[in-house]
């Protein structure tokens, strides 16, 4: 049964099956981190063996419970978890987690068939068997068993592999990507990814959705949520190869299928396919914290001709064009550069160019009603002087008000060393990703301007 996922999300009460004293154990640590989370609601610990464990009142079984429960979390060994989801069934819990493995991920399909018998024709949803549960960071809850705190933002990640749900919360933070809600979906014997779509199309904490998956089980209704969503939908599918297709069977379970047929659904349905989950957070990051390209025309400046045409040809590769710049354009940046080097796209500022020259050329661009998107680059050469590149975006970003005064994303590159680093993560901070590498930053613009496209459709349907 459908139905919309605010209280899974944002339980009044959460009760832990097989939750321990010992903390090696992973219902200890589930415990702990819902007891430790910046969220109020009831905690029942549940384990036949114990009165209280981290101070609190333990139950022997779920019935034994006073009042209702909206979640229950279970993390005994897998045989026994049939006898407690029924125990559930009878008490109406509205939602359970299956942090256990043990299931069709080891081609044990029985056991998940019963588990599916038990909750059909019941209002009852379950997340997993095999998943870590999931970490809520605009409210502050972890209903998860595992480490790591992400960075409180608006991209929600859904992923199919619990381990990697986990790299993805260190990435998403390293990156400067802040999250809203993080889950792990395992073996998806029901709560599936098409719900989370259409729970996260309408999450006022949710701006970008990305995804990690191995397999689909309904094709159509994955497809028909990315379609209707109302936000960026980013997919990285995993079993590309025949070697790659074998290990997602013995990892989750899942049938990879064919790779094309994928590509091309995925395309069909406005979703945007990533190589890795590093493109991803590229992508998440662009579209986070830039306004979509409503074109996909771009201007690109540089202080270092070779860098710029690695950017046109990265561009061009990713279906976005490099225009020649209108006559008042080249105007306004001709009189900022030395007297023998004309303007072109890409801008070469040449190598001494300092802050005047990039807040000049950046600002010219960012006003040409021809140009849809902005790329600023800069390499470390022997004149440059990092801090004045990035000082004119960060002028762009604030006293200008980047968004508001033009509507157009801009991206920055960087080849260089350490003296770099330390301010790329002003740019990161302030809003503005910033990549070292052409080809990343070119495949984060071709996704602003699929989302421009995205949104001119829905602007058409509506
Ligand atoms: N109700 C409540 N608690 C029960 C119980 C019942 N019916 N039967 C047993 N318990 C208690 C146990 O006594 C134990 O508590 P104790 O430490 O106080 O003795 C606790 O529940 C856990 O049971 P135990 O048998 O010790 O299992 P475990 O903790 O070693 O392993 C899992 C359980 C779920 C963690 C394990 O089977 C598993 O699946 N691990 C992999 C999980 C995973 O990786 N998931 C995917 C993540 S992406």
Same mark, same amino acid.
């Given at each position: 049964?459908?139905?919309?996922?605010?209280?899974?999300?944002?339980?009044?009460?959460?009760?832990?099956?097989?939750?321990?004293?010992?903390?090696?154990?992973?219902?200890?640590?589930?415990?702990?981190?819902?007891?430790?989370?910046?969220?109020?609601?009831?905690?029942?610990?549940?384990?036949?063996?114990? %009165?209280?464990?981290?101070?609190?009142?333990?139950?022997?079984?779920?019935?034994?419970?006073?009042?209702?429960?909206?979640?229950?979390?279970?993390?005994?060994?897998?045989?026994?978890?049939?006898?407690?989801?029924?125990?559930?069934?009878?008490?109406?819990?509205?939602?359970?987690?299956?942090?256990?493995?043990?299931?069709?991920?080891?081609?044990?399909?029985?056991?998940?068939?019963?588990?599916?018998?038990?909750?059909?024709?019941?209002?009852?949803?379950?997340?997993?068997?095999?998943?870590?549960?999931?970490?809520?960071?605009?409210?502050?809850? +972890?209903?998860?068993?595992?480490?790591?705190?992400?960075?409180?933002?608006?991209?929600?990640?859904?992923?199919?592999?619990?381990?990697?749900?986990?790299?993805?919360?260190?990435?998403?933070?390293?990156?400067?990507?802040?999250?809203?809600?993080?889950?792990?979906?395992?073996?998806?014997?029901?709560?599936?990814?098409?719900?989370?779509?259409?729970?996260?199309?309408?999450?006022?904490?949710?701006?970008?959705?990305?995804?990690?998956?191995?397999?689909?089980?309904?094709?159509?209704?994955?497809?028909?949520?990315?379609?209707?969503?109302?936000?960026?939908?980013?997919?990285?599918?995993?079993?590309?190869?025949?070697?790659?297709?074998?290990?997602?069977?013995?990892?989750?379970?899942?049938?990879?299928?064919? +790779?094309?047929?994928?590509?091309?659904?995925?395309?069909?349905?406005?979703?945007?396919?990533?190589?890795?989950?590093?493109?991803?957070?590229?992508?998440?990051?662009?579209?986070?914290?830039?306004?979509?390209?409503?074109?996909?025309?771009?201007?690109?400046?540089?202080?270092?001709?070779?860098?710029?045409?690695?950017?046109?040809?990265?561009?061009?590769?990713?279906?976005?064009?490099?225009?020649?710049?209108?006559?008042?354009?080249?105007?306004?940046? @001709? %009189?900022?550069?030395?007297? =023998?080097?004309?303007?072109?796209?890409?801008?070469?500022?040449?190598?001494?160019?300092?802050?005047?020259?990039?807040?000049?050329?950046?600002?010219?661009? =960012?006003? @040409?009603?021809?140009?849809?998107?902005?790329?600023?680059?800069?390499?470390?050469?022997?004149?440059?002087?990092?801090?004045?590149?990035?000082?004119?975006?960060?002028?762009?970003?604030?006293?200008?008000?980047?968004?508001?005064?033009?509507?157009?994303?801009?991206?920055?590159?960087?080849?260089?060393?350490?003296?770099?680093?330390?301010?790329?993560? +002003?740019?990161?901070?302030?809003?503005?990703?910033?990549?070292?590498?052409?080809?990343?930053?070119?495949?984060?613009?071709?996704?602003?301007?699929?989302?421009?496209?995205?949104?001119?459709?829905?602007?058409?349907?509506?």
């Amino acid at each position: 049964m459908k139905g919309n996922l605010d209280t899974f999300f944002k339980p009044k009460s959460i009760a832990v099956v097989g939750a321990s004293k010992n903390p090696t154990k992973i219902g200890h640590a589930a415990l702990k981190n819902i007891l430790i989370s910046d969220y109020e609601c009831k905690i029942y610990p549940i384990n036949p063996h114990e %009165k209280e464990i981290l101070g609190l009142r333990c139950y022997t079984k779920v019935a034994e419970v006073p009042g209702s429960i909206d979640v229950v979390l279970i993390s005994v060994p897998a045989k026994l978890v049939p006898q407690i989801l029924s125990e559930c069934v009878k008490k109406q819990v509205k939602y359970v987690i299956i942090i256990s493995s043990g299931f069709s991920e080891i081609g044990d399909h029985s056991l998940e068939n019963e588990l599916r018998q038990i909750i059909n024709n019941t209002h009852i949803r379950v997340l997993g068997p095999n998943t870590m549960g999931y970490k809520n960071a605009s409210d502050g809850l +972890d209903a998860s068993f595992v480490f790591g705190v992400p960075r409180k933002g608006n991209v929600a990640l859904i992923s199919q592999s619990g381990a990697l749900g986990i790299g993805m919360i260190y990435l998403a933070n390293n990156e400067f990507v802040g999250v809203s809600k993080i889950i792990g979906v395992g073996n998806k014997l029901d709560i599936d990814d098409d719900d989370l779509i259409d729970y996260f199309s309408t999450d006022p904490e949710t701006k970008v959705i990305g995804l990690y998956i191995e397999g689909i089980k309904d094709g159509r209704a994955f497809m028909n949520s990315i379609k209707a969503c109302h936000k960026p939908v980013l997919v990285v599918k995993a079993g590309r190869s025949a070697a790659g297709a074998r290990a997602t069977a013995s990892h989750t379970g899942s049938m990879a299928g064919s +790779d094309k047929i994928y590509s091309a659904a995925i395309k069909q349905a406005g979703g945007i396919r990533c190589r890795d989950v590093v493109e991803l957070f590229d992508m998440a990051q662009a579209l986070a914290g830039q306004p979509p390209a409503m074109g996909n025309r771009i201007g690109i400046i540089t202080n270092g001709g070779g860098l710029g045409i690695l950017l046109t040809d990265a561009c061009e590769a990713n279906g976005l064009q490099i225009p020649k710049l209108s006559a008042k354009t080249f105007k306004k940046i @001709d %009189k900022i550069l030395p007297d =023998l080097i004309k303007p072109n796209n890409p801008i070469d500022l040449v190598a001494d160019a300092g802050f005047e020259r990039y807040e000049a050329a950046t600002s010219a661009l =960012l006003e @040409d009603p021809n140009i849809d998107g902005v790329i600023v680059a800069s390499v470390h050469g022997g004149y440059a002087r990092p801090r004045e590149f990035t000082g004119a975006i960060l002028k762009m970003v604030r006293q200008r008000k980047l968004h508001e005064t033009y509507k157009k994303p801009l991206l920055a590159t960087w080849v260089g060393g350490r003296e770099f680093e330390d301010l790329v993560w +002003d740019l990161k901070a302030a809003g503005v990703p910033i990549y070292p590498s052409s080809w990343r930053t070119a495949r984060s613009m071709h996704a602003l301007y699929l989302e421009g496209e995205r949104l001119k459709r829905e602007e058409n349907e509506d």
